[in-house]
């Protein structure tokens, strides 16, 4: 069975910074590319960032360029999120995925796992 599990949302201030992390279990995940996306309210899910295993390649969203870092501890099976610099336009519920692409991805529809999201709220 495959789990990946969010932890790390909460409350913070404008400006302030949170880091994400995704916990992943039942296989080894060296070889997928992981993946961010947010939803908010009445809003589509949107891809937040991307790394491919292999490389270490990543991709940023353009509403979190130089702002968000994705990460990964292989040791540890875990995917982290690091988001400074928080806007209020940034509270959404924040998803971690797994696609076994081996390249980029960063549409929905390409991922295969995902966990059951964590709350990020950003007060002004």
């Known amino acids: 069975q495959v789990q990946l599990v969010e932890s790390g949302g909460g409350l913070v201030q404008a400006g302030g910074s949170l880091r994400l992390s995704c916990a992943a279990s039942g296989r080894t995940f060296s070889s997928y590319t992981m993946g961010w996306f947010r939803q908010a309210p009445g809003k589509e899910r949107e891809f937040v960032a991307a790394?491919?295993?292999?490389?270490?390649?990543?991709r940023y969203g353009n509403s979190v360029k130089g702002r968000f870092t994705i990460s990964r501890d292989k040791a540890k099976n875990t995917l982290y999120l690091q988001m400074n610099g928080l806007k209020p336009e940034d509270t959404a519920v924040y998803y971690c995925?797994?696609?076994?692409?081996?390249?980029?991805?960063?549409?929905?529809?390409?991922?295969?796992?995902w966990g059951q999201g964590t709350q990020v709220t950003v007060s002004s």
């Open positions: 995925a797994a696609s076994i692409r081996n390249t980029i991805v960063v549409v929905t529809t390409e991922y295969n796992y």
């Open positions: 790394l491919r295993s292999i490389g270490g390649i990543t």
